[in-house]
């Protein structure tokens, strides 16, 4: 396809990964009845390096010269890190503010970076964090000013993310994305099924059956492959800011898949937290850019 064609699709797939991320929560959250969290990780992760490695076979050649493989060791190493934390902490907590929590990771990653490469964040990034605090405290203070577990562990999960995006940008520059995922899906899976091994006796019963293995294909197919190919494919030909924006639905969309097929109350308490964690996101992602556009061209 031209770069014109993918230009016009890059939007339409990041609103789908968004979406595809955001139903994975709920999916996820009854698929932890049937299968304990390393396992299903491993196989969710073996499915994207399988997948996403016969798309590359073409590229496999250079690779054996390449120092692919540290890069996508540590990039697995926080993916895993990441998804297991936050897949514990869906054990403990409902899909809803799991889905919401997880989003804190778009509002670290300049504080992140800041202590890679001493750039500081400005005011915007400020002003996300205080919202964010604020929108957290909500979400996850219950009435006598506690917080869960699995809150605690979703929280722990955003920073691994952080770290995983400066991670990924830091080692990725220059080298075959779509490659290089591969590594980090073959890495996260291998600490997976380490992980299984030790902690985990193998689910063989529940991959016997339908009810389990429909959501896993899912998982492994959509949310892993799929979505990530649709990420990467948007952000190459969109701009990051705005990408990053669309992304960040994946949250909202996590909230009404719960609410919808998964029957999450809804209080305006939790509702007032989901909103400022929101516009924070916005915030720390555009700067509120298109207010500014948008004053400028009534001026």
């Known amino acids: 396809m031209s770069g014109k064609v993918m230009k016009k699709l890059a939007k339409p797939m990041l609103f789908a990964a968004a979406f595809i991320w955001g139903s994975s929560f709920f999916i996820m959250k009854d698929t932890l009845n ?23 076979w073409k590229k496999w050649k250079p690779f054996m010269k390449s120092d ?31 889905a919401f929590l997880t989003a804190v990771y778009c509002v670290l990653v300049p504080f992140f970076h800041w202590a890679f490469s001493r750039v500081r964040p400005d005011k915007y990034n400020i002003l996300a964090a205080v919202l964010c605090v604020a929108g957290v405290g909500l979400v996850s ?22 770290l995983h995006i400066v991670v990924t940008a830091k080692v990725s520059p220059g080298k075959d994305i779509a490659l290089l995922t591969v590594f980090q899906f073959a890495f996260a899976a291998l600490f997976a099924w ?6 985990e006796d193998f689910p063989a019963a529940a991959l016997s059956s339908a009810e389990v293995l429909l959501p896993m294909a899912y998982l492994g197919v ?16 969109s701009d990051p800011s705005s990408g990053a924006v669309i992304l960040s639905l994946e949250s909202v969309f996590g909230v009404l898949c719960s609410v919808v097929f998964y029957g999450d109350p809804v209080t ?10 929101f516009l924070a996101v916005v915030c720390s992602e555009t700067k509120f850019a298109f207010l500014k556009h948008k004053v400028n061209k009534n001026g």
């Open 34 to 56: 049937s299968m304990p969290v390393q396992y299903l990780l491993a196989i969710r992760f073996t499915t994207g390096a399988v997948l996403l490695g016969l798309v590359c």
């Open 194 to 199: 380490v992980g299984g091994l030790l902690t």
């Open 222 to 237: 959509m949310a892993t492959t799929v979505a990530l190919l649709f990420q990467n494919v948007g952000l190459v030909y």
């Open 141 to 162: 203070l219950n009435g006598d000013l506690s917080i869960n577990v699995g809150d605690l562990l979703t929280l722990l999960c955003a920073v691994f993310y952080a």
């Open 68 to 98: 692919y493989l540290w890069r996508g060791g540590l990039m697995g190493l926080c993916l895993y890190l990441a998804y297991s934390i936050q897949t514990y902490g869906l054990e403990r907590t409902t899909s809803s503010k799991n």
């Open 268 to 277: 305006v308490k939790l509702m007032s937290g989901f909103a400022l964690i």
